[in-house]
């Protein structure tokens, strides 16, 4: 069994563990394979200052700070525009989740990034019942602590209850006015420049 979630919902507590639901489990996945022409085959590698090959895995990112000097990023701290520090967002596994029911249109509006399957021994019924009836509920999804959350919405297929994480968008609402406007051409004169002498 791997960690549980703790999840609250109108005072009931549902202890969850998340299952990312793979895209390459359900629709599976190719591969392209290389080789040379002694039949060996072939890994991918990169050129570094257009000089050194270097085998895949053998580069990385790091960061630096001011004097050149590399930082542990355990030790960097997160600020806003204004240059106030903020705190980090919990992850899931640190604390209670809180649920609290959103629309659909909330739900819709989201770009959506990943989805899990929640494995629930118990009180998994009662969600059910209200996932089941309509419902949808809305909370915070951090795997591990962050300075920005996901957003999340707990959905279910009848069966099943499924996190869809993301981030939602904020679409303008112009109106359900109709402001098509038919658009009349103007009559131009057409002056025929053509010399048929030409011809």
């Given at each position: 069994m791997g960690r549980k979630a703790e999840f609250s919902i109108n005072g009931q507590i549902i202890m969850a563990e998340l299952n990312k639901v793979d895209r390459k489990k359900i629709y599976g996945w190719s591969t392209i394979e290389v080789f040379d022409q002694n039949g060996s085959k072939c890994k991918l590698a990169g050129l570094a200052e257009g000089q050194y090959v270097m085998?895949?895995?053998?580069?990385?990112?790091?960061?630096?700070?001011?004097?050149?000097?590399?930082?542990?990023?355990?030790?960097?701290?997160?600020?806003?525009?204004?240059?106030?520090?903020?705190?980090?967002?919990p992850s899931i596994y640190?604390?209670?989740?809180?649920?609290?029911?959103?629309?659909?249109?909330?739900?819709?509006?989201?770009?959506?990034?990943s989805v899990y399957q929640l494995q629930i021994e118990e009180n998994k019924e009662a969600l059910l019942t209200d996932l089941n009836s309509g419902k949808i509920y809305y909370f915070v999804f951090n795997y591990r602590a962050d300075y920005e959350g996901d957003d999340a919405f707990l959905i279910s297929n009848g069966n099943d209850v499924f996190a869809i994480t993301g981030m939602k968008s904020d679409f303008e609402f112009i109106g359900l006015e109709d402001n098509e406007q038919e658009l009349v051409p103007e009559e131009t004169q057409v002056e025929d420049d053509l010399d048929f002498a030409m011809f």
């Amino acid at each position: 069994m791997g960690r549980k979630a703790e999840f609250s919902i109108n005072g009931q507590i549902i202890m969850a563990e998340l299952n990312k639901v793979d895209r390459k489990k359900i629709y599976g996945w190719s591969t392209i394979e290389v080789f040379d022409q002694n039949g060996s085959k072939c890994k991918l590698a990169g050129l570094a200052e257009g000089q050194y090959v270097m085998p895949s895995g053998s580069s990385a990112l790091v960061s630096l700070n001011s004097k050149g000097e590399a930082v542990s990023k355990s030790t960097l701290v997160g600020v806003n525009s204004d240059g106030n520090k903020v705190e980090k967002v919990p992850s899931i596994y640190d604390q209670k989740v809180i649920l609290r029911e959103a629309s659909v249109d909330e739900y819709l509006s989201m770009a959506v990034k990943s989805v899990y399957q929640l494995q629930i021994e118990e009180n998994k019924e009662a969600l059910l019942t209200d996932l089941n009836s309509g419902k949808i509920y809305y909370f915070v999804f951090n795997y591990r602590a962050d300075y920005e959350g996901d957003d999340a919405f707990l959905i279910s297929n009848g069966n099943d209850v499924f996190a869809i994480t993301g981030m939602k968008s904020d679409f303008e609402f112009i109106g359900l006015e109709d402001n098509e406007q038919e658009l009349v051409p103007e009559e131009t004169q057409v002056e025929d420049d053509l010399d048929f002498a030409m011809f």
